[in-house]
C-alpha cells in the first residue's frame, strides 16, 4: 500500500511552504539542494516541522489544500504539535 505525507516546511525567510510526497526525506534533500521547488530555493535551507502520513495521493491532496488555506497561525500550531512528537 502507497503511504504519502502531506508537510510543512519552514524555510530561511521564516516563511511556510506545504507540500506533499511519499517520500518524504528525499523531498527535504530536495528541496535544501534546491531541486524541488522555485519558491524554496531561495528560501534555504528549509527544515522539516510537520508531517502527516496518509495512504494515497487523492487523500494527501485532499489536506494539501486544506493547510495552504489555513491561517499562519494554525500552520504554525501544526508545526508545534510536530515538535511535540519528534
Given amino acids: 500500500m502507497a503511504r504519502w505525507f502531506c508537510y510543512l516546511l519552514e524555510c530561511a525567510d521564516g516563511s511556510l511552504y506545504t507540500g506533499i ?3 518524504l526525506e528525499r523531498r527535504v534533500r530536495r528541496h535544501n ?5 522555485k519558491y524554496t530555493r ?3 535551507p528549509v527544515r522539516l516541522v510537520w508531517a502527516e502520513p496518509w495512504p ?3 487523500s494527501a491532496s485532499r489536506r494539501e489544500w486544506h493547510v ?3 491561517p499562519r497561525v494554525a500552520k504554525r500550531t501544526l ?3 510536530g515538535a511535540e512528537t519528534r
Fill in 21 to 23: 510526497t511519499p517520500a
Fill in 33 to 37: 539542494d534546491g531541486s524541488a521547488s
Fill in 42 to 44: 531561495a528560501r534555504r
Fill in 56 to 58: 494515497d495521493r487523492a
Fill in 68 to 70: 495552504k488555506r489555513l
Fill in 79 to 81: 508545526a508545534l504539535r
